[in-house]
């Protein structure tokens, strides 16, 4: 079993203070405005095919998840037996679907948002995010902009998966600052998107302290009506954090087949495999 060696363990309130600002384009544009600053222009729409493709190459490299991997097991995120590539794409898709997609479509009925039209936006912007919901095979600045896009359940998954780039927190953190400057040059079309127009002020207000101090109190998402539900609670728990994910994949079945009759037949999830 993975030691969850970076789970935030002070205890102390979260840091979810508002910030007053005016209300986001999420909620006040037009649905044809807010797809046409999801697409973006010429530049942003190329750069969205450059990131596509280069991800799309490294699925290609079977050695790719391994070399990431050895880097996570540096900072002491992975722990023995290290999940196969085929564990951690079926660990993924248990984490959408257990996780990811009720608690964004909670979310999203309590802020009057429509979840179809939120995920078309999504897709307009950075298509990518969405066919890699793991990160494992993402690049870096895809990573950080998914981050900036999607007000966190927990963020603190990807602060750790990005530790497999040198770099990764620190431009993280820059960026992050630029999107809070109205300078990053996706500001638009992430704009479009994010519905809480506190959230990046927030988000870098973590970061900066995730930096200085990893178990820092994570910036948890508030509103959720599902956590009074426990089966909802345990799979919360094992995939808020990346060694928690690692090591629900590495107890998953090993092969392809039984992995994907699994997936078929198992449609809630296995409070057995829970992080404890």
Request: hydrophobic fraction near 40%; include cysteine; glycine fraction near 6%.
């Amino acid at each position: 079993m993975v030691v969850c060696a970076r789970w935030p363990a002070k205890t102390g309130p979260v840091h979810t203070e508002a910030i007053a600002k005016d209300p986001s384009p999420r909620k006040t544009a037009r649905p044809a405005r807010l797809v046409a600053d999801a697409i973006g222009g010429p530049r942003a729409i190329g750069g969205k095919a450059i990131r596509l493709a280069r991800t799309a190459r490294l699925w290609l490299r079977p050695g790719e998840v391994d070399r990431r991997l050895d880097e996570l097991a540096r900072h002491g995120f992975v722990a023995e037996p290290r999940p196969t590539r085929a564990q951690i794409l079926f660990g993924g898709l248990d984490m959408l679907r257990f996780v990811i997609e009720p608690a964004a479509r909670d979310y999203y009925a309590q802020q009057g948002i429509s979840f179809g039209f939120h995920q078309l936006l999504r897709v307009l912007d950075d298509p990518v995010s969405m066919i890699d919901p793991t990160g494992f095979l993402s690049e870096r600045d895809t990573i950080i902009g998914h981050v900036m896009q999607v007000v966190h359940l927990n963020p603190v998954y990807d602060l750790q998966l990005l530790q497999m780039f040198p770099d990764g927190l620190a431009e993280l953190e820059a960026q992050v600052d630029a999107m809070v400057a109205g300078t990053h040059p996706r500001r638009r079309t992430i704009g479009a998107i994010v519905e809480d127009p506190t959230y990046h002020a927030r988000l870098l207000d973590y970061v900066r302290r995730y930096r200085r101090d990893p178990d820092t109190p994570p910036l948890v998402r508030q509103e959720q009506t599902l956590r009074s539900d426990p089966v909802f609670a345990a799979a919360e728990r094992t995939f808020a954090t990346l060694p928690g994910f690692l090591g629900y994949c590495s107890r998953l079945p090993a092969d392809w087949a039984t992995l994907a009759r699994r997936l078929r037949r198992v449609s809630v999830f296995p409070v057995e495999l829970a992080s404890r």
